[in-house]
């Protein structure tokens, strides 16, 4: 019962793709909103369609057009499944988004990519090592072993902020140096976390939580809500101490309170990560027909 169901959902998925040519546009239209009642599972199979070259022009226009909007669905539909879910787990949000730009590109592909990171920096970690050392010992493999350097030119490209191409062409912004870098320390139970508001005035930094009970000892002189020290990721690692960067803030009249200099829960980092893609969308002109996109995602925040 259950193969007939599928071989019947086949015959009317390609009976609605043969209509993606009448030359009645009503007739086109009603065919592409049933192929999107189907929903993302027959993405593969319109996926599958693209290499073929003897599907005609409009046709192949038409299919492009429901392709896209499934691929969009199921973005949307991963990104508030993420936002519901307990853990919130940072690696799929920023997979989900990359692949919203990229979308040939797949989990493995995308994890592959850490996975050489990753095995570079446990290589250089020990247990033995303090907090300090284990920041100097990422550092080496980010900034020395792998080159990963922040980008001068302003406004940034989107090339320059979606993580999968940062990882290839090793040049990002604060924030995306900051979502590998912190990913990749999480996954060596480094307790190193992103700090970032709304405020694009306000740097992003990521914090080293104090889990060893070191703050007493090193009495920064400032309540920094159980920070270790902050570190910039765009000044290739450099280790800022709370007292520092509350002074940093004064001198640029940044406004002073508890969630400036505290771990930001990953679904303000996620907003502020598609703000930052929004932004560069809007300065680059071959984008912009992006935006709506962008936009109906961080209305889901």
């Known amino acids: 019962m259950v193969y007939l169901c599928s071989v019947i959902a086949k015959t009317s998925i390609h009976a609605l793709i043969k209509l993606m040519d009448d030359p009645d546009q009503l007739v086109v239209d009603h065919a592409m909103g049933r192929l999107m009642e189907y929903g993302d599972d027959i993405i593969p199979n319109l996926e599958h369609l693209e290499d073929d070259c003897f599907i005609h022009p409009i046709q192949m226009q038409n299919i492009s057009i429901v392709l896209d909007a499934l691929r969009f669905l199921r973005i949307k539909n991963e990104l508030k499944n993420w936002l519901n879910s307990e853990d919130k787990d940072l690696m799929k949000a920023v997979y989900a988004i990359c692949s919203f730009q990229y979308p040939d590109l797949t989990i493995e592909d995308f994890t592959s990519k850490f996975q050489k990171l990753r095995h570079q920096c446990w290589m250089e970690i020990s247990s033995r090592q303090t907090s300090f050392e284990k920041v100097d010992a990422l550092n080496r493999v980010f900034f020395d072993s792998f080159n990963f350097l922040r980008v001068k030119e302003v406004p ?146």
């Open 156 to 301: 940034y490209s989107p090339f320059e902020i979606f993580v999968n191409s940062v990882m290839d062409c090793k040049e990002g912004t604060d924030l995306s140096l900051g979502l590998i870098y912190s990913i990749v320390a999480q996954s060596l139970d480094i307790p190193i976390y992103g700090v970032t508001t709304m405020n694009n005035r306000a740097p992003f930094v990521l914090a080293y939580m104090d889990k060893d009970n070191l703050l007493p000892i090193l009495d920064w002189g400032i309540n920094n809500n159980g920070v270790l020290f902050y570190i910039s990721v765009g000044n290739k690692g450099l280790v800022i101490d709370p007292k520092q960067m509350k002074e940093a803030y004064l001198s640029e009249g940044l406004p002073i309170n508890r969630g400036q200099f505290e771990p930001s829960p990953n679904s303000v980092l996620i907003k502020k990560y598609l703000m930052d893609i929004k932004r560069s969308y809007e300065n680059h002109t071959q984008f912009r027909y992006k935006l709506r996109n962008i936009e109906e995602l961080l209305e889901l925040f």
